[in-house]
């Protein structure tokens, strides 16, 4: 089950992304979102929960799209494999990565933050054990 529309991808959407790279994006970008809500929506039906949490979780699969077009990868070893400086003849050119806290690269993350920013509150985080 795909859990958002193109159409609702335009609706969040401020990005120009074509709907054949939505589909491309699409199925990683939920895996991500499956993973972290510990497959909320592959237990129960997005179609009778409660519909402010399925906006929710529709904004935050749209910011993870998003997130991977904008990196151009959609794989944590894609997404960390962009060289950070090049040369060509007497031009260099460096990526000033904002995830670079010492000399040292620092890896980036396969979720993208804006992600947490649409799930906190939900209830899809919680990683409690449920006392019966």
């Known amino acids: 089950m795909d859990y958002l ?6 609706e969040y959407s401020t ?3 074509n709907e054949k790279e939505f589909n ?10 499956n993973s972290i809500t510990d497959h909320f929506y592959v237990r ?9 949490r399925v906006k929710q979780f529709k904004q935050a699969l749209t910011a993870q799209i998003e997130y991977f077009d904008i990196l151009g990868a959609s794989s944590f070893e ?32 396969l979720v993208a933050e804006d992600v947490y920013i649409y799930l906190s509150s939900t209830g899809l985080l919680f ?3 449920a006392v019966w």
């Not at 529309?5 to 335009?10: Q, W």
């Not at 491309?24 to 979102?33: E, G, I, Q, Y």
């Open 78 to 109: 894609e997404i960390n494999n962009a060289p950070q400086s090049f040369s060509a003849g007497r031009t260099s050119v460096t990526n000033p990565s904002r995830y670079k806290v010492s000399d040292q690269n620092e890896s980036k993350v």
């Open 15 to 17: 990005r120009e992304i």
């Open 127 to 129: 990683r409690g054990a």
């Open 5 to 10: 529309t193109y159409d609702e991808f335009k």
């Open 44 to 52: 129960f039906d997005m179609d009778i929960d409660n519909g402010w």
């Open 24 to 33: 491309n994006l699409l199925p990683k970008a939920s895996a991500v979102l």
